[in-house]
Nanobody, 121 residues
Framework: QVQLVESGGGLVQPGGSLILSCAASGNIFSIRAATWYRQTPGKQRELVATINNGGGTDYADSVKGRFTISRDNAVNTVYLQMNSLKPEDTAVYYC???????????????WGKGTTVTVSS
C-alpha cells in the first residue's frame, strides 16, 4: 500500500511564504511524477505545479515566478515552496503522485487528503 500525506499548510499574511510537503510512504519503487493541485469551495480542482521523473517542472500561470516545486527522491517527498502569497492562493492543496510499487510494472495514481492554506491579514 502507498500513502501520501501533505503537511505545511496554515495561516499566513499576504506576501508571506509557506512550504508544503507531500511525503509518500509504503511499498514504493519510484515516483514517476507528482503534481500539486488546489481547490476552493464551489470551484474545480486546479493544477498548481507538476514535476516529472527527470525533474522537469510546469506551473499554472497564476503561480509562475512565485511557487517552486521540487522533489527529494531519497525520502520520497515532494515540496511546494510558495512565496509572495496572495489571498487568492487560499485553498486546500492536494498532492497527486504517479507511483510504481516494488515488484510491479504499472504506474498507479494516488492522492493525499489535502492541507489547508489560508492567506489573510
Amino acid at each position: 500500500q502507498v500513502q501520501l500525506v501533505e503537511s505545511g499548510g496554515g495561516l499566513v499574511q499576504p506576501g508571506g511564504s509557506l512550504i508544503l510537503s507531500c511525503a509518500a510512504s509504503g511499498n514504493i519503487f519510484s515516483i514517476r511524477a507528482a503534481t500539486w493541485y488546489r481547490q476552493t469551495p464551489g470551484k474545480q480542482r486546479e493544477l498548481v505545479a507538476t514535476i516529472n521523473n527527470g525533474g522537469g517542472t510546469d506551473y499554472a500561470d497564476s503561480v509562475k515566478g512565485r511557487f517552486t516545486i521540487s522533489r527529494d527522491n531519497a525520502v520520497n517527498t515532494v515540496y511546494l515552496q510558495m512565496n509572495s502569497l496572495k489571498p487568492e492562493d487560499t485553498a486546500v492543496y492536494y498532492c497527486n503522485a504517479r507511483i510504481v510499487q516494488k515488484g510491479r510494472w504499472s504506474t498507479e495514481e494516488y492522492w493525499g487528503k489535502g492541507t489547508t492554506v489560508t492567506v489573510s491579514s
